[in-house]
């Protein structure tokens, strides 16, 4: 059986060693990278510290510190850098065919952070390129990445897409060369409503991919997008997040604080991104105004919000516990029924089954490889 390992937002105390040894250059980080390298085994590195290593590598050797790690941290800078041109390039097509349809485009995450904020392909790994449609082009948006040579990662694209868009914030693309594109209509998966990304992209800036123009998200919406999506459980050790979130910090400091009290009033994400901020200032000396965090932390939080929030920390055994904790707010949303029927209903429309005597089979079926430690469609 496969080992199941249980990692969360935090950064364990060996990862926040890496962190800083990556991102500082004083004397606090140059302690942290002598007792991180005396602490690990470069052979049994977890695959999110493994992601870091290119900036760490870009760190050392700014501040001329030499180590027989070194050599093998060049070369993960290098093969990023490879593979993210690479990404970029068969990206850029899509872009453009988009754009020539007057289809908008706004580049999210992985891609946006590179072009604005690392400024160098190799600092940051990618496992696929991401950007954000209108809602009401999504299935001509579909349409066209498919016309290209991406397929959907579905067992049955057409049956399952229609009852699917209006659940779900994104899908996911694979071309015949194994590169990923992950194509959203919304920015945050738990946010479905039709109005839940007009602010985002109303405050979106010009962002050129390549050379081809898009958009991205405002620094203070990056800043975010990037706190709330780094806050959850994930497979891999999600730490990455405090690295993108330190490096738009660095990069544009002029983060506007009442629309990112707006923005997590709106998105319901108050105790995430307190808990986010919290840590980027008692670690990475994040300048966040006191004021702000006043403000954050007297804001008042519904117990939907509370039950979510910890769902997000935990490890979920089944995807299913998630969406149960999150269905009131996708049902209420979405306006799909409220209650167990409703979400059976729901459950029936995401997994693309015909009819909804399937859901407790399927429930059984996907149980049982999460059991078997194999992978759950």
């Known amino acids: 059986m496969a080992k199941v390992h249980h990692y969360t937002w935090l950064p364990s105390h060996e990862r926040e060693l890496l962190l800083k040894a990556a991102l500082r250059s004083d004397q606090a ?7 991180w390298n005396g602490a690990v085994d470069l052979d049994q590195l977890d695959p999110g510290s493994q992601r870091l290593l290119p900036l760490l590598y870009r760190n050392l050797r700014t501040q001329g510190i030499d180590h027989p790690w070194v050599a093998e941290f ?3 800078y290098l093969d990023t850098w490879a593979r993210n041109r690479i ?23 992985g891609a946006a952070l590179t072009v604005r904020y690392y400024r160098d392909y190799g600092l940051r790994p990618m496992d696929d ?13 579909i349409g066209l990445v498919r016309t290209m040579g991406w397929m959907p990662n579905l067992r049955s694209p057409d049956q399952l897409l229609g009852a699917s868009i209006p659940i779900v914030h994104g899908l996911h693309f694979r071309n015949a060369e194994g590169c990923g594109l992950d194509l959203h209509w919304h920015v945050l998966h738990e946010c ?5 990304d007009q602010d985002f992209w109303r405050g979106a800036e010009p962002l050129t991919v390549g050379t081809v123009p898009s958009l991205g ?15 959850h459980w994930n497979a891999m050790p ?3 997040w405090v690295a993108d979130a330190v490096m738009i910090l660095r990069t544009d400091p002029a983060i506007d604080w009442d629309r990112m009290l707006s923005q997590t009033k709106r998105h319901r994400m108050i105790l995430p991104l307190q808990d986010a901020l919290r840590y980027l200032i008692d670690h990475f000396d994040a300048p966040v105004p006191s004021e702000f965090l006043h403000q954050l932390t007297h804001l008042t939080v519904s117990t939907e919000e509370i039950r979510e929030y910890k769902a997000r920390k935990k490890h979920p055994y089944t995807l299913v516990f998630y969406q149960w904790i999150y269905y009131p707010r996708i049902s209420r949303d979405t306006g799909r029924p409220s209650g167990l029927f409703g979400f059976i209903k729901y459950l029936q429309d995401f997994w693309g089954l015909k009819h909804i005597w399937q859901v407790p089979i399927a429930f059984g079926w996907r149980a ?9 469609p």
């Open 29 to 35: 980080g140059r302690a942290a990278w002598q007792e």
């Open 74 to 76: 060049r070369k993960r």
């Open 87 to 109: 990404l970029f390039g068969k990206i850029s097509p899509v872009l453009q065919a988009f754009r020539e349809k007057d289809l908008e485009t706004l580049t999210l995450k």
């Open 129 to 141: 390129f991401d950007f954000l449609v209108p809602l009401p082009r999504v299935q001509e948006a």
């Open 192 to 196: 479905l409503s039709p109005e839940a």
């Open 217 to 231: 998200l405002n620094p203070t919406d990056e800043l975010f997008n990037t706190c709330i999506h780094g806050f």
């Open 238 to 240: 999600p730490i990455r």
């Open 368 to 376: 049982l490889l999460k059991i078997l430690g194999r992978p759950v």
